[in-house]
């Protein structure tokens, strides 16, 4: 297990996730206006904090060990309208205005680029090769 800083997220709040062992909750990124599904990330206690408190998402990097601002190298910014918890307290819905890309290969989504076929034996992409498990957007 990954022992995260202490943070300043109300109490109340951290009381309803539920994290996975290593203290995270994934973060699905929406387009506010449009309902386009940009990505998942993932966040724990204090990226929510600095997401809430920000206005900018924040996530924690699996690979990297460290936090990270959407568009803080990239210029693609999410500008945080609103954040959701689910019914069961285990994701996170935060609704953006995405500037540029989200995806880390340059797509506006990570979900435009590889449909799979329903009813069908999945075969990948010839188009983008699958990434690298554990790889972090």
């Not at 990226?47 to 990239?74: F, I, P």
Request: hydrophobic share 35%; aromatic share 6%.
């Amino acid at each position: 297990m990954v022992t995260m800083p202490a943070t300043a997220l109300d109490p109340a709040v951290a009381a309803r996730l539920k994290r996975t062992a290593d203290g995270l909750v994934p973060a699905i990124a929406q387009q506010y206006d449009t309902g386009e599904v940009l990505m998942l990330g993932w966040m724990d206690d204090e990226a929510l904090h600095r997401t809430l408190t920000t206005g900018r998402c924040t996530y924690w990097s699996r690979s990297r060990q460290e936090y990270w601002v959407k568009g803080d190298t990239s210029g693609h910014v999410q500008h945080v309208k609103s954040v959701a918890l689910d019914c069961d307290g285990d994701t996170l819905l935060v609704k953006v205005d995405q500037v540029g890309a989200a995806c880390h290969t340059g797509d506006r989504t990570c979900f435009d680029a590889d449909m799979l076929p329903l009813g069908q034996p999945v075969r990948p992409s010839p188009y983008r090769p699958l990434p690298a498990p554990g790889r972090d957007h």
